[in-house]
């Protein structure tokens, strides 16, 4: 690999240096590394990645085959399972075929207790919606009611039924702590907008858009143009829901051909944990006849108050007299029963076997691609995940093996997690609701998604930002394959399984090859492999993982500044376009 330069005095050639490179590598390796095996790694893919597993969804029958295929392999490799006694948990299919597909968990494998058992709630909003704005006299009230999908759209994240009824107040375009210090959250005498317990109208927008050389228009604030950005604001001051509507001056078209291009995501199915959700308030997108009915009769007009906006950047906002907005939300909802599969090797020292080290990989993939697929015309077509992540999945078990043979002093707790395609839902409910081992003797958390791809050499290494220590075990392990180790993961960082168990504070690595063009398509198949590469990504964490494994010494988890991550982002660009090796 090509030597890595200095990123900064704080960092003290973390990477230059590889936390001392020429430090041995634990006694014992040799014999581990030997049992990695081209063809075994083939041919898991090849199973996993078959048409006939169908895609592998989470929460359908080919899924708890692999799942079955996974166990099998951890019994026959004498790993060691964390159940006895098997749960009567119905297996309902997340494709929703027919009856056929509801399976007896008790039934359905030898190998239950190799299983962590879990369910998914798969919810849908409903189409029974209602909203409805009431304006109160003293001698009674009238009510409007408006139609779901004619009228209002919902986007809402949290599949939970709900109903609200509430004053509405007007903040103008939403934005607080804005250009110049303009603030929608005071009203035009500079009092502080009350917006606890109420519904909050915003324009969907911001002030003077349409002269292209203003402050606002220039400005780079990813608030001014993201309503659910406002969304958030809004709850944070202690909104209950939040109604978008479009702005009078672009004569935008009718609320359904506006969103059309994302309806779809409004209406897509939401996979959750029952009882993790993180609360959102409810975003509302609403028709110019719900306008209407709210300004009607007022003293003001919507195109007034923001043409007074825009002549004096001085807020507009007011809570509307009489009005009253009511909406309930509702969603269908199917329970699926999902699994985990894993199973330990215990250590070989009477006192670091106590300790864990967590090898996993997630083994479901996209089904159909009904959801997820990265292009709408391929829903219906089978999505294999061979790279995604049958190739982890494949290098887990490699691992396994030569530490079923050769065991490290600390020990190996291996995990096949299921519903990562669903966010991560099976590694979510590890580290939430059910550890298998205590996670404060969890020492590291190696993940394995996506080895088998783009350049042969070529591999990045999430976890970076959170552990020296455990990187520079990397790099130790690297010096004896040489691989270029990129740490520019980004986004990624958190975006698979190694994710919940960063966010609990415990050192993780993501063993990850990149994106590719048949990422989360039909084209993700067998031929399209690089076992060779496979293979390197997979002696690389066997490596890390037995250097973690026996030395006393744990890794630490400490995220580094901000300004040591910019230059470990900067550091790992300039080499992308450096002495990369091609496959």
């Not at 059309?260 to 993790?276: A, M, N, V």
């Not at 300004?563 to 470990?568: C, L, S």
Request: aromatic content about 10%; overall charge neutral.
């Amino acid at each position: 690999m090509q030597p890595l330069k200095m990123i900064s005095a704080g960092f003290i050639c973390f990477i230059l240096m590889h936390g001392g490179t020429l430090a041995q590598i634990p006694e014992g390796y040799e014999k581990g590394l030997s049992t990695i095996n081209k063809k075994e790694i083939y041919k898991t893919i090849s199973v996993l990645a078959a048409d006939s597993m169908k895609g592998r969804p989470s929460g359908s029958r080919e899924n708890l085959e692999a799942a079955d295929y996974i166990a099998e392999k951890f019994r026959l490799l004498g790993l060691k399972p964390l159940f006895t006694t098997p749960k009567k948990v119905v297996h309902k299919s997340a494709e929703g075929e027919d009856e056929n597909n509801l399976v007896p968990f008790e039934d359905a494998s030898v190998n239950d207790p190799y299983f962590q058992k879990f369910v998914i709630k798969r919810s849908k909003i409903s189409d029974k919606n209602s909203l409805s704005v009431t304006r109160n006299f003293p001698q009674g009230s009238f009510r409007q009611s408006f139609k779901y999908l004619n009228d209002f759209l919902v986007q809402f994240s949290i599949p939970e039924n709900i109903s609200i009824s509430a004053p509405v107040v007007f903040a103008g375009y939403g934005i607080d702590k804005g250009e110049n210090g303009y603030s929608d959250y005071v009203d035009k005498n500079g009092k502080s907008l009350d917006v606890k317990d109420k519904i909050v109208l915003i324009v969907d927008g911001f002030p003077q858009e349409r002269d292209t050389a203003s402050l606002f228009s220039k400005s780079r604030n990813v608030l001014y143009r993201n309503p659910l950005r406002k969304a958030d604001l809004a709850e944070e001051k202690g909104a209950l829901a939040v109604i978008i509507v479009s702005s009078p001056f672009k004569n935008e078209p009718p609320l359904s051909i506006k969103y059309e291009k994302f309806l779809h995501t409004l209406q897509r199915d939401i996979f959750s944990l029952p009882g993790q959700e993180k609360k959102k308030i409810p975003v509302i997108y609403a028709s110019g006849k719900i306008l209407n009915e709210l300004f009607d009769g007022n003293e003001r007009n919507l195109q007034g108050v923001l043409e007074d906006i825009d002549k004096g950047l001085s807020p507009g906002s007011f809570e509307f007299a009489n009005r009253t907005v009511s909406f309930d939300i509702s969603f269908d909802e199917e329970i699926l029963s999902a699994q985990n599969v894993a199973g330990i090797i215990e250590g070989s020292d009477p006192v670091l076997k106590d300790e864990f080290v967590v090898v996993g990989a997630h083994y479901d993939h996209i089904g159909l691609g009904q959801y997820g697929s990265g292009i709408s015309e391929n829903v219906g077509k089978i999505h294999n995940g061979a790279d995604d992540n049958a190739s982890g999945v494949s290098g887990m078990l490699e691992i396994a093996e030569a530490f079923s043979k050769y065991p490290s002093k600390r020990s190996i707790l291996f995990v096949a997690f299921s519903g990562e395609e669903r966010g991560m839902l099976g590694s979510k409910y590890y580290v939430n609701e059910q550890p298998l081992k205590p996670l404060d003797k969890t020492v590291a958390m190696l993940n394995l998604d996506m080895i088998s791809r783009n350049g042969r050499n070529d591999l990045f290494l999430g976890g970076a930002f959170y552990s020296r220590e455990l990187i520079r075990i990397a790099e130790r392990a690297n010096g004896k394959l040489s691989m270029n180790l990129f740490y520019n993961t980004g986004l990624y960082t958190m975006a698979s399984d190694q994710g919940p168990f960063l966010r609990k504070g415990i050192p993780s690595l993501f063993f990850f090859c990149g994106m590719h063009e048949d990422c989360h398509m039909p084209t993700d198949d067998l031929e399209k492999v690089d076992v060779e590469k496979a293979v390197n990504v997979t002696k690389l964490a066997y490596l890390t993982a037995w250097i973690t494994g026996n030395e006393t010494v744990k890794p630490a988890f400490k995220e580094v500044s901000m300004d040591e991550r910019i230059e470990i982002v900067r550091e790992s660009q300039s080499r992308m376009g450096k002495g990369r090796k091609s496959k």
